[in-house]
């Protein structure tokens, strides 16, 4: 399985972004996906998930009301809407895929495959 995450950038405070993430090579294999990030000298902190197959989006706290988690299975894509970015959003976004299908935000341990990263620096 691969994860090609795009759409980072930046973004003054209050603006919005969108990250996509494609899947390849073995989407029968996947049961969830995850959005993670890792800001500078911090260690990296789930997001949002959502089961690849039905169910809903779950979010961390942090980000609930601004962020939200979509996926598109004929395009073997998942996407996170970012509004209303805060300063303290600033950080790598990873996407990340795992075999079990999960209910809920799980930490990145959880998770077997990973894309590179995209890079969401938002400043005030």
């Known amino acids: 399985v691969q994860l090609q995450a795009s759409g980072g950038g930046l973004v003054q405070a209050g603006g919005s972004l969108r990250l996509s993430c494609v899947v390849s090579?073995?989407?029968?294999?996947?049961?969830?996906m995850g959005w993670f990030r890792q800001a500078p000298g911090k260690e990296r902190e789930p997001v949002a998930a959502?089961?690849?197959?039905?169910?809903?989006?779950h979010y961390d706290d942090s980000v609930k009301g601004r962020f939200t988690m979509s996926r598109d299975n004929a395009k073997n894509t998942v996407y996170l809407q970012l509004n209303n970015l805060k300063p303290e959003d600033t950080a790598v976004y990873y996407c990340a895929a795992d075999r079990r299908r999960r209910v809920g935000v799980w930490p990145s341990s959880a998770y077997e495959y990973w894309g590179q990263g995209t890079q969401v620096t938002v400043s005030s």
């Open positions: 959502v089961p690849w197959i039905g169910g809903i989006p």
């Open positions: 090579g073995g989407t029968g294999r996947i049961g969830t």
